[in-house]
């Protein structure tokens, strides 16, 4: 586990295929330095598939919301994968009523791991 800004740690797993970061604690404005660091890192080994893993989160505000969108929009130029697990709690709830569900690749835990 690495990464410690406040109320936020990340877990870093990767393989040839992917590269998962599980995002456990709290995103918003005191933590977000932390999580863009670390998305900043993962983007920079260009792997053919991230995963932000958001389950872990019990709160995530705008700052999180804004940080899928942008590490979106970083896999779509770069040609590359994005996908993000939302779990069932407050964070899904944040991205469905935002509307924003629908235009990620949103896997659930038990849908399985591969995509």
Same mark, same amino acid.
């Given at each position: ?9 990340? =877990?870093?797993?990767?393989?040839? =295929?992917?590269? !998962?970061?599980? *995002?456990?604690? !709290?995103?918003?404005? =005191?933590?977000?330095?932390? $999580?863009?660091?670390?998305? $900043? $890192? $993962?983007?920079? !080994? %260009?792997?053919? *598939? *991230?995963? *932000? ?17 942008? %590490?979106?929009?970083?896999?779509? =130029? %770069?040609q590359r994968r994005l996908a993000v697990r939302l779990g069932h709690g407050q964070t899904r709830r944040m991205f469905d009523m935002l ?10 835990? !038990? ?5």
């Open positions: 586990m690495s990464g410690s800004g406040g109320g936020l740690w990340v =877990d870093r797993t990767a393989d040839p =295929d992917r590269l !998962e970061l599980a *995002l456990c604690g !709290e995103l918003d404005t =005191d933590t977000l330095p932390t $999580a863009q660091d670390e998305v $900043a $890192a $993962a983007e920079a !080994e %260009a792997p053919p *598939l *991230l995963v *932000l893993d958001l389950t872990g989160l019990h709160y995530v505000d705008s700052t999180g919301v804004r940080l899928v969108l942008l %590490a979106q929009n970083v896999a779509d =130029d %770069a509307g924003i569900t629908g235009r990620l690749e949103v896997l659930d835990l !038990e849908d399985g791991d591969r995509p």
